[in-house]
């Protein structure tokens, strides 16, 4: 049997899932599974949100009402790994592209950070999170990032927990293996500490930064942070849309869940 049903039309609401209940659907909702996907009442639909799992329900009309009728949970809500994604903001559409490859790639907070640099100083966190939930309804993802309002980039240093591990994207840095960086920035295990504690997630932040690169200040100030790592994406320079993509895989592959 297939891992993933790919089929079945997804959907995010908001109400609490368990078995043998009816979610009632907003209209657009509605809309969306009536008059654009054209489904008829008993057809299925796959419903999440983001902490109860996934559930198999059908579809059910009565009049101008439209709900769910819950059946089985195909899915248990996974434990989501740590990663924040900070970015300064893009123009619409590279945005939306950005945030969407954001969650598919198991972000699970998004930052907005307004740098010097920083193109785009006006943010629609609305348009982010309708982003972030096309992205999981799509890809099967079963969690919705938290998405942060923008903040200045002095304050996102302000407010940073030095526990987290930081990878700053530079295209300043020297050009050397990301993987070999990424692997010296693992916690050391200690040996007084119980397995399960060794091999928890370790909470990560990704920060990339505006087209026009960061500020020497700001480079600056980065690189005084404790528990940094200043990483290259290789030697060509990269869009800042790309470079998220790129990080984000590298991250995830190196120390993050591709290899749990």
């Not at 195909?74 to 939306?96: C, I, M, N, V």
């Not at 966190?125 to 998405?147: K, Y």
Request: aromatic share 4%; net charge neutral.
């Amino acid at each position: 049997m297939a891992r993933y049903d790919f089929k079945s039309p997804r959907l995010f609401v908001e109400a609490a899932l368990a078995g043998d209940r009816a979610v009632a659907l907003e209209k657009p909702q509605a809309h969306y599974l009536t008059n654009v996907l054209r489904l008829k009442a008993g057809d299925a639909v796959l419903a999440f949100n983001g902490k109860d799992g996934e559930w198999r329900a059908e579809l059910a009309i009565s009049g101008k009402k439209v709900s769910l009728a819950l059946q089985e949970r195909t899915r248990e809500q996974p434990a989501p790994h740590d990663l924040h994604y900070l970015f300064a903001p893009l123009k619409h559409e590279r945005l939306d592209y950005m945030m969407q490859k954001a969650v598919e790639m198991g972000a699970t907070r998004l930052v907005p950070v307004l740098t010097q640099h920083t193109q785009v100083n006006r943010v629609n966190t609305e348009r982010m999170r309708l982003n972030a939930i096309e992205a999981a309804e799509q890809c099967g993802v079963l969690s919705i990032p938290d998405i942060a309002e923008p903040m200045a980039f002095g304050r996102m240093l302000g407010a940073r927990n030095p526990d987290r591990l930081l990878v700053f994207c530079d295209e300043d840095a020297p050009v050397k293996d990301p993987v070999v960086a990424l692997n010296d920035a693992r916690p050391k295990p200690e040996a007084a500490l119980p397995v399960a504690v060794q091999n928890a997630p370790q909470p990560i932040a990704i920060l990339i930064g505006p087209e026009g690169g960061f500020a020497e200040e700001e480079r600056a100030a980065l690189l005084q942070q404790p528990n940094i790592v200043r990483l290259s994406l290789g030697p060509r320079i990269l869009r800042a849309d790309t470079a998220a993509v790129a990080a984000l895989a590298l991250v995830q592959a190196v120390l993050g869940d591709w290899n749990a």
